[in-house]
């Protein structure tokens, strides 16, 4: 049964905590533990009361218990706005990882105080006890450390740390070196999200993901890439990597007679850049690969600075027989009129609004307005974060075509992304009231 507390007071506090910490190591010391800090907290409580903020951290407290109700985890407060969770098992830093995203886009869906209506984002530290025998005491200080360092980092608010390392207060300074070593020594890898025709389940392309192998910490996810990049000045040096490994990804797909369309992020730097035509006719030249399969992803921040630049850049790289798109369509920005000047071939709906589909009629209507949106502009659209067969259906009755998400699969390396390619993808039959859920998703996984 998944506990729901009446008020913060039932919550084991920091001092209980510990003690029943130290009694679950005792048991079987395998344990992981996230630190989960609510960020700018402060804010509610002073802008609006310290009952609706206790309010607040309550629905918070009843939203983790029951994202994590089936993996047996045990929650306790730490102090005002940080909660404490201890998960049976020893996890990766890539499980833990996985965690921390999946509460993250769980919070995106708004929680109801009152009259009001906030949405929680969170810093994390993540650990993972690896040794036979350890003090509750050591378990938690090294996990203190990792939400330390989840807080000062630019991008990525999750941060996991071994019991073995010791904590490494300059880590972006490595990153930065790591990242001129990755670039030389070919640690940087692109995984592959596939995106399916919803009435078919065909895979009709792919978006191209930045992963890096780093050699002591595995995979590493684009947050402490692009701060690495970023501070060292290399944005663009590393965006024309991403973009050549995706026209070698596609030179391999279409030697073995794959015909797809890749998908790559374009960063503002590049956008900026006179010379990013030049380099796609070029890549094309030395790949053999037909333009038309190609298609540049930017976000909406970029669009909608509007510049000459911009639209100048965008007009000449659809010259060349390159698709764009704009990702995290609606995410953030109020202002559409960038779309009045701007010819695209595809919108990206934002997946804030399809993972909460069935909830909330607000978000449907946000799809379908998209929908209404890309019509009269003459561009397709595909739906992100389609993580269960529900939220297909509506996908499919509201008119969407195309779309990825986890249901299909999660990016995966090109080897992996080649065997999907040819799996049979049609489940039961194209039909929508035909679609079996278990096999749906077996298929993808």
């Known amino acids: 049964m998944i506990p729901v507390h009446d008020s913060l007071r039932t ?41 609706l903020g206790d309010e607040l951290l309550l629905n918070i407290a009843n939203r983790i218990n029951y994202i994590f109700a089936g993996h047996d985890a045990h929650l306790g407060r730490i102090s005002g706005d940080i909660f404490g969770l201890v998960i049976p098992g020893k996890f990766s830093q890539i499980q833990l990882q996985r965690f921390y995203i999946h509460l993250i886009e769980h919070f995106k869906t708004p929680i109801a105080v009152g009259d009001h209506s906030f949405i929680a984002d969170f810093n994390v530290g993540g650990v993972s006890n690896e040794e036979s025998e350890i003090a509750a005491s050591q378990f938690f200080t090294r996990v203190e450390a990792a939400l330390k360092q989840a807080k000062q980092n630019r991008y990525d608010n999750f941060c996991y740390m071994s019991l073995i390392d010791k904590p490494d207060n300059s880590r972006s300074i490595t990153l930065k070196a790591d990242l001129k070593r990755a670039l030389a020594q070919d640690e940087l890898e692109i995984y592959f999200q596939p995106k399916v025709n919803l009435r078919t389940l065909q895979i009709t392309g792919a978006e191209c993901l930045l992963r890096w192998n780093h050699p002591l910490d595995g995979i590493l996810f684009p947050g402490a890439l692009i701060e690495a990049a970023e501070s060292y000045n290399m944005m663009n040096e590393m965006g024309y990597w991403v973009l050549e490994a995706a026209f070698k990804g596609a030179k391999h797909l279409y030697d073995l007679n794959i015909h797809l369309k890749l998908s790559v992020n374009m960063s503002p730097t590049q956008l900026y850049d006179p010379n990013f035509v030049d380099h796609l006719a070029e890549f094309a030249r030395i790949y053999n690969v037909d333009l038309r399969r190609i298609e540049i992803e930017l976000t909406e921040d970029v669009a909608l600075s509007n510049s000459f630049v911009v639209t100048s850049q965008l007009s000449q790289i659809r010259a060349l027989g390159v698709s764009v798109a704009i990702d995290d369509f609606g995410k953030g920005y109020s202002n559409l009129a960038y779309m009045r000047n701007i010819e695209l071939d595809t919108i990206k709906i934002d997946k804030t609004f399809v993972m909460e589909l069935a909830e909330s009629p607000i978000n449907r209507a946000v799809i379908e307005a998209s929908k209404l949106i890309a019509k009269a502009a003459k561009c397709e659209v595909v739906a992100e974060g389609i993580e269960n067969i529900h939220q297909l259906h509506i996908l499919r009755e509201i008119g969407i075509m195309e779309g990825q998400g986890f249901l299909f699969s999660r990016a995966v390396p090109l080897k992996d992304f080649i065997v999907l390619t040819q799996q049979d993808f049609m489940v039961g039959n194209s039909h929508v009231r035909s679609i079996d859920t278990d096999k749906s998703v077996s298929h993808f996984n």
Do not use: A, C
Request: proline share 5%.
């Open 11 to 51: 919550l084991p506090n920091r001092h209980v905590f510990l003690k029943q910490i130290d009694e679950m190591l005792k048991r079987h010391p395998h344990h992981s533990m996230l630190l989960i800090d609510v960020v700018r907290f402060s804010d509610v409580s002073s802008s609006f009361g310290y009952e």
